[in-house]
C-alpha cells in the first residue's frame, strides 16, 4: 500500500481545456503536448514534441491567444503551495523555444496580450517585454523575511490559499499586487538536520494574537510606470484575502476583513487615483468564510456566494451593492462554483443538495428558475469545463471505487471514457474486501452524524470486535464522504483483515450541515468536536459485537489534535490513540486560522487552555502515540515538545516517533513506508 503503491489509482493529468471549446490538450508518457478533441476524446495531432524542446520535468501554460507556451521546469517548493521554477517561451508559429531569464523565479505569467510576462524574484515584482527583451524592475525594496512583493506571507498562503500576489487587468495595461510588511511578524525557527552543525531555517508565521503583516495594494500602469497605491482604509490590523480586476479595465475589487474575520467588505477602487467606495458589507456572529466573486462580462454585475441564509448559496448583485436576486435556495450548500455560461446565461456548480455526505454537478439559470442536475453516478462528482462551458471533464467515486474520468456534453452525456482505473478494480477483486458502508450516528442532542464504517473481514455479529476511529473534524471540513480514499483504503481494509472495526463520524463542526452546525463550536474548538466522538465511542461499545475495552482513535493535523483530547479527555473510553502532527495548544498556531475559530487567546484565553489536551495530560492512562516531523512549517514540532515535555513532568508514559527533517505531509523516500509500519503495529500490539 505505502511501499511499492501497488494499489495507486491512475488519474487524467494536465487536462488544458483551449481557447475554442473543442480541443484540450494534456502530455504523454513522453512529455509531447498532445491536441485532443472534446466531441470523441480522440488525439488529433500532437503540438509540440519535447524533443524539439531541449528540456524536461516540465509543465505548460497557454498564452491567451495559444500562440506561446510558458514552460517551466527544475521546481523548488517553497511552502504548501509556492514554488520557483526556470521558465522557457515557446513560440508556436516560429517553433522555437527562449529562456527569457536564467534565474528561477516565481508565479511567472502571460499578460492577456500575450506580450508580456509577469513574474516575483527575490521578493520583488518584474515585467518582462516579449517583444523588446527587456525587464522591467517594478519594486525594489523586496527583502527576505521583511518585505514582500507581487507574492504573499506565509500564512497567506496557507490559510487563505494565496500564493500569487498580482494580477492582470483584462487589457494588459496595469498589474494589481500585494506589498506584505513583515517586518513586525515574529520570526520562527527550523533547524534542519543532516550537517555536523544543524542549519535554522527561519521564517516569519503570526502565531495566534500575534502580530500580522501590514498589507498595501498598489497598481502599476505600464506605460507611464506609475505605481498607485489603494485606499483600503486607516486601519493597519486587517485582512485582504482577494483582490479582483472588474470587467472595467481602470477598477479594482479588494475584499476586506477586520482580524476577527466577522466583517466582510467589497470595496471599489479607481486604479489611476486609489479612491475606494464600499459596495457590499456583511457581517456574522461567529465568522465569515472567504467568497469566491464573478464579474459578469456586461460590467455592471457580480456573483458571489454566502452563507447569510444559513446554508451557503449564490447572489447576484450590481456594483452598487444592491442585491438583484438570490440564484441558489434552499436546505443544503453550494461546494464549487465552476463559472458562468453567459451566452445561455447558465452557471455551473456542485451541491449537497442530493445527499450531504455526496456531491453533484448541476446547471442553474442565472435567474435562479430552473436547474438541472448533470451528474447521476452516485458518490462525490467534480467537474473541470472548457472555454465555452460546452463540455467537462466528470471526475466521480465512491467509498468503494475509485475514480473514473469521463468527457461529457453540456447536458452531462458522457462522451468517452478517460480512465475507470478498471485494472485496479481488477486487481480488488483478488483480494477478500469487507465493504465500506456509509452511515450516520446521533450525538448526545439527537443531531446527525455523517460516519462510515469499514467492518472486519468475514464479520460475526456473535464476536466482539476492536475499534479503531478515524477523524479529522476540523471547521467547515469533511471526511465521512462518499468518495475514494486512495491509500487508506486498502491500510483499513488491513485492519479489517486482522479483525479491526474502522468507523470515522464528522461531528459538530464538520461542514455542509448549514451554517449553524459548522459554527455551533465558534470560540471552543474542541469542544464539542471531542464531546461528539466520545458519545459516538460509547454508543458503538454498547453494540454487541464491540469490545468497549478496546476502541481507540487515530488522527493527523487537526485529526492529531482529536486523538490526544480523545485518550486525555475521554480517558475512560479510549484505550489508544495515535496523533500525527498534532495541535496541542492553539497557542502555538498560527493566528488567521485560530483566531478566525477562537478570537485571540487575549479575549478568549480560558477556552484556549480548556480545550489544550496539555491541560489533561494528567487524565491520560491509555497508550498513546504521537508522531511529528522536526520541519513542519505548519504544525510546528513545538506542539509534539511541549506535549511530550508535560508527560514527563506528569510521570505519564507515551510512545513517540520523529521524522527529521520531514515537513506536515511526512513524505518522501520511503518515510511513509515508515511511519504506517509503526503505526500498525502500534495499534495491533495496543489495541
Known amino acids: 500500500v505505502w511501499g511499492k503503491n501497488t494499489f495507486s489509482a491512475k488519474g487524467v493529468p494536465g487536462f488544458n481545456s483551449m481557447k475554442n471549446g473543442k480541443y484540450y490538450c494534456a502530455q504523454d508518457d513522453k512529455e509531447n503536448i498532445i491536441r485532443y478533441s472534446f466531441a470523441t476524446g480522440e488525439a488529433v495531432d500532437t503540438l509540440v514534441r519535447s524533443a524539439d524542446l531541449g528540456i524536461k520535468g516540465f509543465s505548460f501554460t497557454w498564452s491567451a491567444d495559444e500562440s506561446q507556451l510558458l514552460l517551466q521546469n527544475n521546481f523548488k517548493q517553497i511552502y504548501r503551495h509556492s514554488f520557483s521554477a526556470n521558465i522557457y517561451v515557446y513560440n508556436m508559429n516560429s517553433k522555437t523555444i527562449t529562456q527569457p531569464l536564467k534565474e528561477a523565479v516565481m508565479l511567472a505569467e502571460f499578460s492577456p496580450d500575450g506580450n508580456k510576462l509577469a513574474y516575483v524574484r527575490d521578493n520583488n515584482l518584474f515585467c518582462f517585454d516579449l517583444k523588446t527583451g527587456k525587464e522591467t524592475q517594478i519594486t525594489t525594496d523586496g527583502k527576505t523575511n521583511n518585505i514582500i512583493n507581487g507574492a504573499t506571507d506565509w500564512v497567506y498562503e496557507e ?355 448549514g451554517e449553524a452546525f459548522k459554527k455551533s463550536t465558534y470560540l471552543q474548538l474542541g469542544k464539542y468536536e471531542i464531546e461528539d466522538q466520545i458519545f459516538v465511542a460509547k454508543e458503538l461499545g454498547k453494540l454487541p459485537y464491540v469490545d468497549a475495552s478496546r476502541i481507540g482513535m487515530f488522527g493527523w493535523s487537526f485529526g492529531g489534535y482529536m486523538s490526544s483530547l480523545a485518550i486525555s479527555k475521554g480517558a475512560d473510553v479510549f484505550k489508544t490513540a495515535v496523533a500525527v502532527a498534532p495541535v496541542t495548544n492553539w497557542r502555538y498556531y498560527d493566528n488567521i486560522y485560530t483566531e478566525r475559530f477562537m478570537r485571540t487567546p487575549q479575549e478568549n484565553g480560558k477556552n484556549y487552555d480548556d480545550n489544550s489536551p496539555i491541560n489533561h495530560v494528567a487524565k491520560i492512562k491509555g497508550k498513546y502515540l504521537i508522531i511529528h516531523g522536526t520541519a513542519d512549517d505548519n504544525v510546528h514540532f513545538q506542539n509534539t515538545v511541549e506535549m511530550v515535555n508535560t508527560m514527563i513532568n506528569k510521570g505519564v508514559k507515551f510512545d513517540s516517533e520523529l521524522y527529521p527533517n520531514k515537513n506536515h505531509g511526512i513524505g518522501g523516500g520511503g518515510t511513509r513506508l515508515h511511519l504506517f509500519n509503526r503505526i500498525t503495529d502500534f495499534i495491533i500490539q495496543n489495541l
Not at 169 to 184: H, V
Not at 358 to 382: M, P
Open 159 to 513: 490559510e487563505f490559499a494565496l500564493s500569487k500576489g498580482f494580477y492582470w487587468n483584462d487589457n494588459s495595461s496595469a498589474l494589481a499586487y500585494y506589498r506584505f510588511d513583515e517586518s513586525g511578524v515574529k520570526e520562527f525557527g527550523m533547524p534542519m538536520y543532516g550537517k555536523l552543525y544543524p542549519e535554522e531555517y527561519k521564517f516569519k508565521y503570526p502565531k495566534a494574537g500575534e502580530a500580522n503583516s501590514v498589507i498595501q495594494i498598489y497598481t502599476y500602469h505600464l506605460s507611464s510606470g506609475k505605481k498607485q497605491l489603494m485606499d483600503i482604509g486607516s486601519l493597519a490590523d486587517i485582512y485582504i484575502p482577494r483582490i479582483h480586476w472588474t470587467k472595467n479595465n481602470n477598477t479594482l475589487c479588494i475584499q476586506r476583513m477586520n482580524r476577527l474575520q466577522n466583517k466582510l467588505e467589497l470595496l471599489l477602487n479607481d486604479a489611476d487615483n486609489g479612491t475606494s467606495k464600499t459596495i457590499y458589507t456583511e457581517e456574522n456572529k461567529a465568522y465569515i468564510d472567504v467568497p469566491e466573486i464573478t464579474f459578469l462580462k456586461d460590467g455592471k454585475t457580480f456573483i458571489i456566494n454566502s452563507e447569510k441564509s444559513g446554508r451557503n448559496h449564490l447572489y447576484h448583485y450590481d456594483l452598487s451593492g444592491k442585491e438583484i436576486r438570490q440564484i441558489t435556495k434552499g436546505d443544503w450548500d453550494i461546494d464549487q462554483f465552476y463559472g458562468v455560461d453567459e451566452k445561455n446565461k447558465l452557471m455551473y456548480v456542485s451541491t449537497s443538495e442530493v445527499n450531504s455526505a455526496e456531491r453533484y454537478v448541476y446547471a442553474f439559470s442565472l435567474d435562479g428558475r430552473t436547474k438541472k442536475q448533470l451528474t447521476k453516478r452516485k458518490g462525490w462528482n467534480s467537474a473541470a469545463f472548457n472555454a465555452d462551458f460546452s463540455f467537462f471533464l466528470l471526475t466521480q467515486s465512491a467509498l468503494n471505487q475509485p475514480a473514473y474520468y469521463a468527457l461529457c456534453t453540456q447536458s452531462g452525456k458522457e462522451v468517452r471514457i478517460l480512465e475507470d482505473n478498471s485494472k485496479l478494480v481488477e486487481k480488488m477483486g483478488k483480494y477478500n474486501m469487507t465493504t465500506v458502508e456509509m452511515t450516520s450516528y446521533k450525538n448526545a442532542y439527537g443531531e446527525d452524524l455523517n460516519a462510515f464504517i469499514f467492518k472486519p473481514l468475514h464479520f460475526d455479529a456473535s464476536k466482539k470486535y476492536p475499534v479503531l476511529m478515524y477523524v479529522y473534524g476540523g471547521p467547515g471540513h469533511q471526511l465521512a464522504v462518499n468518495r475514494w480514499m486512495g491509500a487508506y483504503y486498502f491500510w483499513y481494509q488491513l485492519l479489517a483483515a486482522k479483525g479491526y472495526m474502522v468507523v470515522c463520524v464528522d461531528g459538530r463542526g464538520t461542514g455542509f450541515k
